[in-house]
């Protein structure tokens, strides 16, 4: 059997799966969290020596690793090498929170599997086909040239697999579809999609742009932070509570939809109040992207909150008949993993759930660049 070996590495986690790559089935995977912790590895090599050990002497062809920032130089997987290598440290400055740990695991998968090859798949590269009015931020062109400063979208790999497979459910090309793709988890971001490219998305330069989300604020008035700044509050403070105090969190006192939802139903009034910010978002980027693309063929929604909240799916949709956006309260209300339709029958947009395989299609384009 020839496997692909696939690793998601975060600041203190190691997430892996093996992959058939014929078959395309997961043979086995994990994770490996609290690294750098007391009691558990003491960092990400060691981390991937443990998982060595669960792979059982298994040797994949190839590693397959998610990177999150890829800035403007990767548009497609790339073969890691020094030199690729460098380049993807040089890009930390945009991603600080990701692109570290993304790295170290490379690192450790290089020198756990030497001659194998390692491929990165960036977040950002699918949104490379962004046109220059959607990914241009009106300041100082000079210094948006100096600093790197444009949109650059992420949850790329899910969007590239979640549209394959709408296109697919829905028996269409997807080169004929017009998609509005919601990847809804602790993170969160939009996509419209015209024939398989994204043409627009809500995350910008960094992943905190955008949708409302579990800790992150999402859109916000630049002013604000100049308002806060002259009050005394440092520029690490404001990174903290833009990323991890805001949010459902920072409005509802949670950074889970779940908990949110419960209170918000007991009477609690900020957790309602939460729960009507993060619609009115998700209403708001709806409604932009039907006009940015003229329509659309469907609605989607993937990741964890996407794929189960049958609630966050109806508010998103509701009262939208007149748009010929029509959602079948039984279909959304019936739990299933399978990728399936909830809209009505009579709906000229159709509305999907699509569970999303990051780690799949991340195997896939490893696989398509070593053969």
């Known amino acids: 059997m020839t496997t692909a070996f696939i690793v998601n590495s975060g600041s203190s986690s190691i997430k892996w799966e093996l992959v058939d790559v014929e078959s395309e089935r997961r043979v086995r995977g994990g994770i490996v969290e609290r690294i750098g912790e007391p009691g558990a590895a003491a960092d990400h090599a060691e981390a991937m020596r443990g998982i060595l050990g669960e792979l059982g002497g298994e040797h994949p062809s190839v590693i397959g690793h998610r990177v999150v920032h890829g800035g403007s130089r990767f548009t497609t997987a790339t073969l890691v090498t020094d030199e690729v290598e460098a380049a993807i440290e040089a890009l930390s400055a945009l991603a600080p929170l990701h692109n570290p740990p993304n790295l170290a695991g490379i690192r450790a998968a290089r020198v756990a599997f030497p001659g194998v090859a390692n491929v990165a798949v960036f977040d950002t590269a699918f949104h490379q086909s962004l046109p220059p009015a959607a990914y241009t931020y009106a300041i100082d062109s000079a210094v948006a040239h100096e600093h790197s ?16 497979r709408a296109a697919a459910l829905l028996s269409r090309p997807l080169e004929q579809l017009k998609l ?21 998305t809500s995350m910008g330069m960094t992943p905190l742009e955008g949708l409302v989300m579990g800790t992150r604020s999402g859109d916000l008035d630049a002013g ?25 969190l920072g409005v509802g006192g949670s950074g889970d939809l779940r908990d949110i939802q419960a209170a918000a139903g007991s009477g609690d009034a900020a957790a309602a109040l939460a729960l009507d910010v993060y619609h009115h978002r998700l209403r708001h980027y709806l409604g932009a992207y039907l006009v940015q693309l003229g329509g659309a063929d469907a609605i989607v929604f993937t990741a964890g909150v996407g794929e189960n ?55 896939r384009q490893a696989i398509a660049l070593v053969r």
């Open 149 to 164: 400063i444009r949109r650059y979208g992420f949850h790329g790999t899910s969007y590239q697999y979640v549209s394959r």
């Open 180 to 200: 509005i793709v919601f990847h809804l988890g602790n993170g969160a971001s939009v996509a419209a999609i015209d024939g398989g490219r994204s043409v627009d």
């Open 224 to 248: 604000i932070l100049f308002h806060l700044g002259r009050a005394g509050h440092t520029l690490p403070e404001l990174d903290a509570m833009l990323n991890r105090r805001s949010g459902l």
């Open 309 to 363: 909240s049958a609630p966050t799916r109806a508010a998103a949709v509701s009262g939208l008949g007149w748009l010929g956006i029509e959602l079948d309260d039984a279909r959304n209300d019936l739990r299933s993993r399978d990728a399936r339709v909830i809209s009505t029958d009579a709906s000229p947009v159709a509305i999907l759930v699509v569970p999303t395989n990051e780690e799949l299609e991340i195997a």
